[in-house]
């Protein structure tokens, strides 16, 4: 099992920034790829990024590109993801999860664990 925490969501203006924080516990961190995730009221949960194991690799929605970064520290379980110029489109909640399997996906079903996520909302 692995236990996943947000936080760093909040208010903010457009054009802002915000640090969202995923720490983990229980398994060994370094075994899983990690994700964000962000779901909107009424529409389906949809992918923001995703590392690598090792952070050798990053990948991001073409929504996202450019504006937001995905990092990771394993050496304090976390995994991270800064936001820069905010869009009122970007408010959803924001989830992270785990991926024990290696292969790239931006498809919820194939992430083993998931966060309760952190509430992000940009005012225009």
């Known amino acids: 099992q692995v236990q996943l925490v947000e936080s760093g969501g909040g208010l903010v203006q457009a054009g802002g920034s915000l640090r969202l924080s995923c720490a983990a516990s229980?398994?060994?961190?370094?075994?899983?790829?990690m994700g964000w995730f962000r779901q909107a009221p009424g529409k389906e949960r949809e992918f923001v990024a995703r590392?690598?194991?090792?952070?050798?690799?990053?990948y991001y929605a073409n929504s996202v590109r450019g504006r937001f970064t995905i990092s990771r520290d394993n050496a304090k379980n976390t995994v991270y993801l800064q936001m820069n110029s905010l869009k009122p489109e970007d408010t959803a909640v924001y989830y992270c999860?785990?991926?024990?399997?290696?292969?790239?996906?931006?498809?919820?079903?194939?992430?083993?664990?998931w966060g309760q996520g952190t509430q992000v909302t940009v005012s225009s």
């Open positions: 999860a785990a991926d024990l399997g290696t292969t790239p996906s931006s498809y919820p079903g194939d992430y083993d664990y």
């Open positions: 229980g398994r060994t961190f370094s075994n899983y790829a």
């Open positions: 590392i690598s194991r090792s952070a050798g690799s990053t």
